[in-house]
């Protein structure tokens, strides 16, 4: 059973988490190409080279493009923009494919929050689409079709349990 969502929308959340030495390691080998690829020239700026910086961004953006449900295809690394309010706390800028992209399926209350220690980068967002693609359902009996006619599921294997608690989320 599948749990009611509203009719008005859902929530769209991305989460990544990267290795700050991954970026480090980029940036000492090519530093140019890497900052004009991945950063816009604000970022650029406001980093200063910190890769404990760069590298949240960097998650910040995967994160995004995985709200946004396309992971990097379709949206460029500089159409997304991140960059601090002047207390600090990190807003999302949207451009071309990543603005096309986020008005499609109705991306509005973009929140994001990033976090790095020394090793790792770690950055979340919290949206809400007021015109989800598809129905989680659907998606899900999509799947099951595929899986099936690739011959990895039986048509008996891929359904739901039949005994899954009183209020149809495992709870007895």
């Known amino acids: 059973m599948m749990l009611a ?6 929530h769209a959340v991305g989460v990544d988490m990267i290795e700050t030495d991954r970026i480090g390691r980029v940036l000492r080998r090519h530093p140019e190409r890497f900052l004009k690829r991945v ?18 961004r960097f998650a910040a953006k995967e994160a995004l493009m995985k709200a946004l449900g396309t992971g990097a295809r379709s949206v460029g690394w500089r159409e997304i923009e991140v960059l601090p309010d002047q207390r600090g706390k990190p807003l999302v800028y949207l451009y ?20 790095h220690l020394m090793s790792f980068a770690v950055a979340v967002v919290v949206s809400f689409q007021t015109n989800p693609e598809q ?11 595929r899986l099936r006619d690739r011959g990895l599921l039986s048509m008996t294997e891929g359904d739901p349990p039949e005994d899954v608690g009183i209020d149809g989320l495992g709870r007895f």
């Not at 969502?5 to 859902?10: D, L, R, V, Y």
């Not at 970022?43 to 404990?52: I, Q, S, W, Y």
């Not at 494919?97 to 990033?114: E, K, P, Q, V, W």
């Open 96 to 115: 071309g494919g990543a603005r096309s992209r986020a008005n499609m399926i109705g991306l509005t209350a973009i929140d994001i929050s990033l976090t």
């Open 39 to 56: 950063y816009t020239e604000a970022e650029v700026a406001f980093c200063r080279g910190r890769v404990a910086e760069l590298a949240a």
């Open 135 to 145: 129905v989680h359902e659907d998606a899900r009996q999509k799947l099951l079709k």
């Open 5 to 10: 969502t509203s009719g008005n929308g859902s």
